[in-house]
């Protein structure tokens, strides 16, 4: 008789959703499913020279439906029998418009091809000029409300993402009962919720994004957001007061998605939580320890012991009870593009690549699509071995890494991306490396702000999809921070530490710390710095930081 438990952990990403069932008692992983979401991979709903980046929640929904089935039908029915609990998390800030029942507007009739009733995803940034209003307003209010935030609001948030859209479609805002996150639309769904005020709200997205904190008495006031616009008179009263930890259950699956997903009925739900707080659980984050998750974007997490005396860390995103393990500290802070620079520098080469293949009668339409798919696939490992044998600094391009904004330190999305010192010499892999040089320098920023506002970092841990597929942007990690990096075992350390809380809001482990010591992933790999490659870009970062006061200034003159 098999008396072991198992659950899954549901990793909703930028592109993509991942799907785990994990044994509770050792964390091995028993099957695994990704599903790419489909009208966002045709481009629906977004512009991405306006920074809008939309989605819709059918693609969230087809997600779970594909990845859970898919998994399901990897394992025995021993295995799903014993299935006892779900954990998810999102990337965010992604919060949608809904109605009384907490039902995505996007879903009603009259909106389903509307963006404004979609979810705004996290790299959306169409809010730049009402996280400008929020920080202006902030700064004269009696509280700041943005000091457990960084002390900069930032456009890829919450209420600047509610604020635009309301402003924008009148349509969305009348029809708006209330906005919810990604992370905590899933639970709800699953475990059929339809009272929107009844939903239990993450205390990582609230924390971190949303301007809750509980020496605030939950969220800013109404008179506070009535200040920033009458057409948040309200909403407040609509939204919530309690946020809750992932170590908590939502409820049950509903009979109608325990059928639909073919799970049992009485499968635990945890409350959801952004995607890489999830990930530092899943590799067992220690105190001190920065967590980099590294991916579209880099989301860099910390977990200190609660202090007595509090203490603001500034320009980062956020320092929230709970957000992270229960009961700590959690730290976030990150780059709004890191592996998305390099996808944009693969767009910019593949686009000669498609139209002279794709123009070209000299050869079938078979030939050529394959022609072009495994030109395409083979951009960035080329592009990086040869990068990789162009010597620091020798020649001379120098990049700056805003080419999504700066997340932090110190939040600004008006700031652009640049490729600097280029000469009729600069090849393709030279300016390659340069971006991985700049992605690498902007994560440096970061680790510096945590050291200098007093957050010691004792050790460097990577999880996300680069940490697994670029050697040559770890090995330049190692040698910009100047410090060994641990790469993950698990392929999905997101989605494990997903599966993590599914364990302890179900009750297997009676805590999170318990849950991580038995389930979380080992390590398969250490970057160490190269010595002489420390020493030489310390003098590349020193022109990086000249370069960033340079364009930062320029920018902001407009
Ligand atoms: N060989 C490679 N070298 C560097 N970056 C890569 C490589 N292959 C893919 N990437 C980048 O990885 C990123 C996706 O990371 P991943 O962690 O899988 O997704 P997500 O951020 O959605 O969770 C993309 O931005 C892509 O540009
Ligand atoms: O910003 C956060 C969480 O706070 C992330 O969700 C966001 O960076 C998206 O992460 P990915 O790059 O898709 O892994």
Known sequence: MNNVKYTIGMDFGSDSVRA???????????????HYYVRWKEGKYCNPSESKFRQHPLDYVEGIEATIKSVVSQVSKEVVDNIVGIGVDTTGSTPVAVDKTGTPLALLEGFEENPNAMFVLWKDHTGIKEADEINALCAKWDIDYTKYEGGIYSSEWFWSKILHVSRADKSVQEAAYSWVEHCDWVPFLLTGGNDV???????CAAGHKALWHESFGGLPPNDFFVALDPVLD???DRLFKETYTSDVSVGTLSEEWATRLGLPENVEVAVGAFDC???AVGVNIEP??????????TCDIVVTPMQDEEHLVKGICGQVDGSVIPGMLGLEAGQSAFGDIYAWYERLIAWPIKELIGGTNLISEDVKAQLVEEALGNILPKLSEAAAKEPIGASGEL?????????TPDANQNLKGVISGI?????SPKVFRALVEASCFGAKKIADRFIEEGIAINGVIAIGGISKKSDLVMQIMADVLDAPIKVAKSEQACALGASIFGAVAAGVHANTEVAMDAMASPFEKVYEPIKENVEAYKRVYNDYSELCVAMENHIMKK
């Open 20 to 34: 785990l069932i994990v044994n509770t008692a050792t964390g091995e992983e028993m099957a695994t499913a990704v």
């Open 277 to 279: 707080h999830m990930g």
């Open 197 to 203: 005020k009844q939903m239990k709200r993450s205390r």
């Open 288 to 297: 001190y320890h920065l967590t980099k998750v590294m991916g579209t974007s």
């Open 399 to 407: 990049a700056l890494d805003w080419m999504n904004g700066r997340r």
């Open 423 to 427: 000469n009729l010499g600069s090849t």
């Open 234 to 236: 309200g909403l407040t």
